[in-house]
T-cell receptor, first 115, second 115 residues
Framework: AQKITQTQPGMFVQEKEAVTLDCTYD???????LFWYKQPSSGEMIFLIY??????QNATEGRYSLNFQKARKSANLVISASQLGDSAMYFC????????????FGTGTRLKVLA | GAVVSQHPSWVICKSGTSVKIECRSL??????MFWYRQFPKQSLMLMAT?????????EQGVEKDKFLINHASLTLSTLTVTSAHPEDSSFYIC???????????FGPGTRLTVT
């Protein structure tokens, strides 16, 4: 069975500092994708970054990077130079890259950026 | 690009009535649309997956006669909550994916309150 685990219910970070949000996963699929989404208080889910299981390089999108360690089954999100607007709920998700691509989500980490 | 809209953004209805929520992909054709439910301070739970012109595939434990999904076109899916009860009050979010992309694009969500 597939599973996503986010062990940090809440995190604080000082503005302009970097922060790492943890995500571990379990799957028997060989081909899968890992995703991070941001959910601000408005409720909308904002796509941040994607890492494919066969991608050898860690994904990066602006201030977001994904630290992918396949052997450890971890896909941590690193946010550099945190901004006040980064305060939100962050969800890690996994989907198969064959078939219907449906996701399972982790329980989320609430990030608060301090001024 | 890749914008998904939902309507209404919030709705209050009386117990026993039905409510329809629309999900539209505005600038792309959706291969698949997904419906999620999110309780306060919890993660997203996938309810069903739908493809245009096909019957929706419901996740285990989701009553298909209660949560009717119609996927009328490549850009429109609807979720109808029939005979709503207070326990159906929740945040309902749809998402869509498109050919060639693994990430899902989410709508802004619909907050349903049943009184």
């Amino acid at each position: 069975a597939q599973k996503i685990t986010q062990t940090q219910p809440g995190m604080f970070v000082q503005e302009k500092e970097a922060v790492t949000l943890d995500c571990t996963y379990d799957t028997s699929d060989q081909s899968y994708g890992l995703f991070w989404y941001k959910q601000p208080s408005s409720g909308e889910m904002i796509f941040l970054i994607y890492q494919g299981s066969y991608d050898e390089q860690n994904a990066t999108e602006g201030r977001y990077s994904l630290n992918f360690q396949k052997a450890r089954k971890s896909a941590n999100l690193v946010i550099s130079a945190s901004q006040l607007g980064d305060s939100a709920m962050y969800f890690c998700a996994m989907g198969s890259t064959s078939g219907t691509y449906k996701y399972i989500f982790g329980t989320g980490t609430r990030l608060k950026v301090l001024a | 690009g890749a914008v998904v809209s939902q309507h209404p953004s919030w709705v209050i209805c009386k117990s026993g009535t039905s409510v329809k929520i629309e999900c539209r992909s505005l600038d792309f054709q959706a291969t698949t649309m997904f419906w999620y439910r999110q309780f306060p301070k919890q993660s997203l739970m996938l309810m069903a997956t739908s493809n245009e012109g096909s019957k929706a595939t419901y996740e285990q434990g989701v009553e298909k006669d209660k949560f009717l999904i119609n996927h009328a076109s490549l850009t429109l899916s609807t979720l109808t909550v029939t005979s709503a009860h207070p326990e159906d009050s929740s945040f309902y979010i749809c998402s869509a994916d498109t050919s060639g992309r693994y990430e899902q694009y989410f709508g802004p969500g619909t907050r349903l309150t049943v009184t």
